[in-house]
């Protein structure tokens, strides 16, 4: 990606109840370095937005009035138990995850973007401690225990919280190579696990 080339834009779904770690640690990585990503928050309606933990975020603008995003990202949390039964949110979700050229989800996340049926006949993956609602919003989906992260095409899926922010580095690494991933990592003094499949709560959980 040359100097002259748009940045990506990534369009972050925010809800009540949203998990801050899922938003805000995928988000630090995207823009811990300048000139990688530009951002912009999306929720129903534009305003503060509580998350599941109590602080607030801002919702720059209304989900149904932009028109597009190059990465969607969807986080989970609590709030995720509500919104799985929301049609005007999952429609929108839906709307702009059809033309973004990637869509990452966090957590709990995978089951608002399954309930859409893009993930339909795709592997993903999901939060373990959850693993049991999650998988059951959407039986099309080939869903995969025992993974820190799953790409399938330009979809994204991460298991819980944290496994956001190695999903993250991973997607930067897709876009900007490997070293610039590393970069990423070092500067926030993070020990980055880069394998996708290396996922001690799968077993934890009993799910293998």
């Known amino acids: 990606?040359?100097?002259?080339?748009?940045?990506?834009?990534?369009?972050t779904v925010l809800f009540p109840g949203f998990e801050l770690l899922d938003v805000f640690g995928p988000l630090d990585f995207f823009l811990i370095l300048p000139d990688l990503f530009d951002f912009v928050m999306l929720?129903?309606?534009?305003?503060?937005?509580?998350?599941?933990?109590g602080p607030t975020a801002l919702a720059e603008r209304a989900l149904s009035d932009c028109e597009s995003v190059d990465i969607l990202l969807v986080p989970g949390g609590k709030g995720t138990r509500t919104e799985v039964e929301n049609p005007t949110l999952l429609c929108e979700i839906d709307r702009l995850s059809q033309?973004?050229?990637?869509?990452?989800?966090?957590?709990?996340?995978?089951?608002?973007?399954?309930?859409?049926?893009?993930?339909d006949h795709k592997r993903a993956t999901t939060n373990k401690a959850a693993w049991q609602w999650v998988t059951s919003q959407r039986s099309e989906v080939d869903w995969v225990a025992k993974a820190r992260w799953v790409e399938d095409g330009k979809f994204f899926t991460s298991s819980g919280v944290s496994a956001g922010m190695d999903m993250a580095l991973g997607l930067v690494q897709e876009i900007y190579g490997e070293k610039t991933a590393k970069?990423?990592?070092?500067?926030?003094?993070?020990?980055?696990?880069?394998?996708?499949?290396d996922d001690p709560f799968a077993e934890i959980h009993g799910l293998v």
């Open 99 to 119: 033309t973004a050229q990637y869509v990452t989800t966090v957590c709990t996340g995978s089951a608002l973007l399954a309930k859409t049926g893009q993930l």
């Open 43 to 53: 929720a129903e309606k534009t305003g503060s937005v509580r998350s599941g933990q």
């Open 183 to 197: 970069e990423v990592a070092l500067r926030a003094e993070y020990k980055w696990n880069n394998d996708s499949n």
């Open 1 to 11: 990606m040359t100097s002259s080339t748009p940045k990506p834009t990534v369009g």
